[in-house]
């Protein structure tokens, strides 16, 4: 299944607050679409925009760090079971990232990382891991050379690294470069 989450509407509330699922199966060895929304559970998230999920398959959830809602930068943190279509809030230790929007999200081994962003005022480059056993949010410190800030990358987890690819820094500049994050010793 894909899930879809929010996202920016362009006029009125600016961000949307539902949920669809792409379900996909396969017959006679062709995929097969259908569409779905479903009657969720609990408390959604509420409008969502320039936000990010990721599966993690400890809790069979989605986990959404909420960007912004339309009106404000926020750095709430919600999951979506998949079993029975439940949002809850992910209620977490520690220090949580700043608010922010557009940033980047992968998840590995039981580790969430929220990279970069904007929080309204500055483009970030900063690093923030969330422990998904303990929901412990950390803010490692972090060596080598520091990928400029940016928002609107791509970050992915392969092996031992997190894998950074492009955004746009100061003036909507474009980057087209890579950065890799050593998971284990912190170093770009």
């Known amino acids: ?13 600016y961000a949307a607050s539902d949920t669809h699922i792409l379900q996909v199966t396969w017959k006679d060895g ?28 400890l809790h069979k959830s989605v986990y959404v760090f909420r960007g912004g809602n339309g009106e404000e930068y926020l750095n709430d943190l919600h999951a979506f079971d998949l079993d029975d279509w439940t949002w809850r809030v992910v209620d977490t230790v520690g220090a949580r990232p700043q608010p922010r929007a557009n940033h980047a999200s992968a998840y590995a081994d039981g ?6 962003g904007w929080n309204g005022t500055t483009r970030l480059n900063d690093v923030a ?16 050379v520091l990928p400029q800030p940016r928002a609107g990358m791509t970050l992915v987890a392969v092996q031992d690294y997190w894998i950074l690819w492009g955004g746009s820094g100061t003036s909507s500049k474009c980057f087209g470069d890579l950065h890799l994050l050593d998971r284990h010793e912190m170093v770009w």
Do not use: K, R
């Not at 580790?111 to 970069?116: E, S």
């Not at 891991?129 to 080598?144: A, E, K, N, R, S």
């Open 129 to 144: 891991i969330l422990d998904v056993t303990t929901h412990t949010w950390t803010q490692p410190w972090v060596g080598g």
């Open 30 to 57: 062709l995929p097969q679409f259908a569409w779905l929304q479903p009657a969720v559970h609990g408390t959604p998230p509420g409008p969502c925009n320039m936000h990010s999920a990721d599966y993690v398959d």
């Open 111 to 116: 580790q969430l990382v929220i990279f970069g």
């Open 1 to 13: 299944s894909i899930v879809l989450i929010g996202g920016w509407l362009g006029v009125g509330p």
